[in-house]
């Protein structure tokens, strides 16, 4: 099993940034594909980004594309989040998780999750 611990959530100013932090413990990190998901009340769980085990690929929704950058370092087992230009729409909780598979968009290919940090960002 990986055990998946996130922090760095915060209230933000719309055009503010964040970095949110995955910090993974259990089985060996650098095997999963590892993706960030979030969920607004009301609203379905939605994908993010997500990365490859090495960190070669990655995917990101279109509503993130050029203002988020997913990363991560399997030295420290650790994934990352840089969130720039945060609008109000990017309030959530954010989730890591972690896939024995492929990455990708699809929150039912991750197995292991977090227990999700707050974000919100003012207008």
């Known amino acids: 099993q990986v055990q998946l611990v996130e922090s760095g959530g915060g209230l933000v100013q719309a055009g503010g940034s964040l970095r949110l932090s995955c910090a993974a413990s259990?089985?060996?990190?650098?095997?999963?594909?590892m993706g960030w998901f979030r969920q607004a009340p009301g609203k379905e769980r939605e994908s993010v980004a997500a990365?490859?085990?090495?960190?070669?690929?990655?995917y990101y929704a279109d509503s993130v594309k050029g203002r988020f950058t997913i990363s991560r370092d399997n030295a420290k087992n650790a994934l990352y989040l840089q969130m720039n230009s945060l609008k109000p729409e990017d309030t959530a909780v954010y989730y890591c998780?972690?896939?024995?598979?492929?990455?990708?968009?699809?929150?039912?290919?991750?197995?292991?999750w977090g227990q999700g940090t707050q974000v919100t960002v003012s207008s």
């Open positions: 259990g089985r060996t990190f650098s095997v999963y594909s």
């Open positions: 998780a972690a896939s024995p598979g492929t990455y990708g968009s699809s929150w039912s290919a991750y197995d292991y």
């Open positions: 990365i490859s085990w090495s960190g070669g690929n990655t």
